[in-house]
């Protein structure tokens, strides 16, 4: 904003509209009426929401605590968002804007949200801050908010806030794009507008994106933490008599279940349709990566979804018979998926050290013979060798169990296999990092496909081994069980999430898809190269 307001010149150099006139600006706008009253009709029930809780907030009962000045705080940079996110950008896309039909309302409005969001962003921080303390130490809870001290937190955000306002670059509506960039010139050709696309990086934008987001990550994080082991000393009775609605019930882990299903799953599908696509298809690891993802996709289905939803119904083997048959192939799929892990671990340390029986073993289609071998090794799994399976979903412990097994025994055969390949990836990824450290010349590709097959099993590892100690402890705690299936969770949604940050082409293929879920695709392929790179930069 400090550009707009006292360096007209390189205001002028860089967001210059003379490039083309007003008709060749409106070509590169597209109008979407429908989805802009959609945004002011949400706005409109935002704020008709949010105002009274601000004005209840306000009162002294309320604003005696620390919390609710930092909410109330909050709750005015959110009014002040509302305004850009909802009311302006409607009012853009119903006129169908790109930066150069509205500057300045574009540049200011812009301004302000990337202010907004910053303040928001640290004001959320402090907050989550505020709350671990205030559980853990009223003493320190006491020295750093009590009085008047909160506001000097609030002031230290409110700083935070007006330097991004006035001293970093602010986004500008694109209407082709449905979003705000930095880039103000996004969709327009290079040879067009011959301008140096980098100048509009807003790298404070990104440290803050960075660092901030994943400080408030772990903060609240541990406050989930927190507030489960403080109510945990809480009786049962207490819970009922005092607080049932605050407190964390059996179906309140399905809610999370279900969420961590939408977030996990979706990348996992996005792994699949581009690694199908040649010529990654033709590549034996990516043969092998695509089966696992195939292999997440299904154990999501069945360790967020359905256990989401027998967590929120209490449902159990005695009610919903068809459990049991969920659990049977549950378990195929996480065997195939470890077999497939030790495979793709395999295919690596050979085509490190040993070109030639690579080619033997993995070349062309004889990966699919590994990938036959997996899917045998979890149909083993659904032979009733050591009586019937009984592996079914525990709304109590809030993970799937063995239990009820007509001879009383542990299924052995699960537990060596999660042993086993445990061991094995131990083993196989330890003399790949051997014959990479021996290796005089390395071949930069292939040290980065081994890095992101160890970090995909090693999400599988670090699954085996709760499972392993959650089998072998009598009566496991219901927070060692909650683990267990979180990180049996990120074994598999963790996946989608390494190939795409860990592998460019993949990253590239999914920005492109990306894009065409956002009607880009619809501008000449420059203008998708010019979105890529944009993107980059913010």
């Keep these: ?7 007209r010149e390189k205001f002028n150099r860089l967001y210059n509209c003379d490039y083309l006139n007003q008709t060749e600006w409106e070509n590169y706008a597209v109008q979407r009426p429908v989805m802009g009253w ?18 209840v907030m306000s009162g002294p009962s309320f604003f005696k605590s620390s919390c609710y000045k930092i909410m109330f705080f909050l ?6 968002c509302i305004w850009v996110n909802c009311f302006t950008t409607g009012f853009l896309m119903i006129h169908g804007s790109v930066y150069c039909m509205f500057p300045n309302l574009e540049f200011v409005a812009g301004a302000i949200a990337i202010g907004g969001w910053s303040g928001q962003c640290i004001s959320c921080a402090i907050l989550a801050i505020n709350r671990c303390i205030d559980l853990w130490s009223a003493y320190w809870s006491e020295v750093l908010f009590s009085g008047r001290r909160t506001y000097i937190w609030i002031s230290i955000a409110w700083i935070y806030m007006l330097y991004f306002f006035f001293f970093t670059n602010a986004v500008v509506y694109t209407s082709s794009a449905i979003m705000w960039f930095f880039d103000p010139y996004l969709t327009v050709p290079q040879d067009l507008i011959n301008v140096d696309r980098e100048q509009y990086r807003n790298w404070q934008h990104s440290a803050n994106d960075y660092s901030l987001v994943s400080v408030m990550f772990v903060l609240y994080a541990f406050l989930i933490v927190s507030i489960r082991i403080k109510s945990g000393s809480i009786t049962k009775n207490q819970i009922k008599a005092n607080s049932p609605n605050t407190m964390w019930t059996d179906s309140s882990i399905g809610y999370v279940y279900l969420a961590l299903g939408v977030v996990y799953i979706i990348p996992a599908f996005i792994c699949v349709t581009v690694i199908l696509q040649p010529p990654l298809i033709y590549n034996s690891s990516y043969k092998m990566l695509c089966f696992i993802s195939l292999m997440d996709i299904l154990n999501i289905v069945a360790c967020c979804f359905f256990a989401g939803v027998y967590s929120i119904t209490g449902a159990d083997y005695r009610n919903t018979p068809s459990m049991l048959t969920v659990g049977s192939v549950t378990l195929a799929c996480w065997v195939s998926y470890c077999a497939i892990n030790v495979s793709l ?24 013979g590994w990938i036959g071998v997996a899917i045998l090794a979890g149909a083993q799994m659904m032979v009733p060798f ?11 412990i809030g993970g799937w169990r063995f239990e009820l097994n007509p001879r009383g025994r542990k299924n052995y055969r699960h537990m060596l296999i999660n042993i086993g390949t445990f061991l094995i990836l131990v083993l196989l990824y330890s003399s790949i990092v051997v014959a990479t450290c021996r290796k005089s010349k390395q071949d930069k590709l292939q040290r980065q ?9 090693g999400f599988a590892m670090g699954a085996d081994i709760f ?6 402890i009598e009566n496991p705690s219901i927070a060692m069980c909650y683990i267990a299936n979180f990180a049996w969770q990120l074994a598999h949604g963790g996946t989608g999430y390494a190939c795409i ?23 000449q392929k420059h203008h998708v190269t010019t979105v890529v790179t944009m993107n980059q930069t913010s």
């Excluded at 904003?1 to 360096?7: F, T, V």
């Excluded at 671990?345 to 699919?368: E, I, P």
């Design 501 to 523: 940050i860990m592998n460019k082409t993949i990253r590239e293929a999914t920005y492109k898809r990306l894009c065409k879920i956002l009607r880009i695709c619809g501008l």
């Design 467 to 472: 499972c392993i100690i959650v089998q072998n």
């Design 38 to 55: 959609v945004c002011i009709v949400i706005g409109i029930l935002y704020m008709s929401t949010y105002v009274p809780c601000l004005i």
């Design 1 to 7: 904003m400090d550009l707009y307001l006292l360096h």
């Design 75 to 80: 709750g005015i940079i959110d009014i002040i």
């Design 386 to 396: 050591d009586g019937e399976q009984f592996y079914h979903y525990d709304s109590s």
């Design 449 to 457: 496909a081994a890095f992101q097959s160890a970090a995909i099993c």
């Design 345 to 368: 671990a395999t295919d690596r340390l050979f085509c490190f050290c040993s070109a030639r029986w690579y080619q033997m073993l993995f070349a062309g289609k004889r990966a699919f």
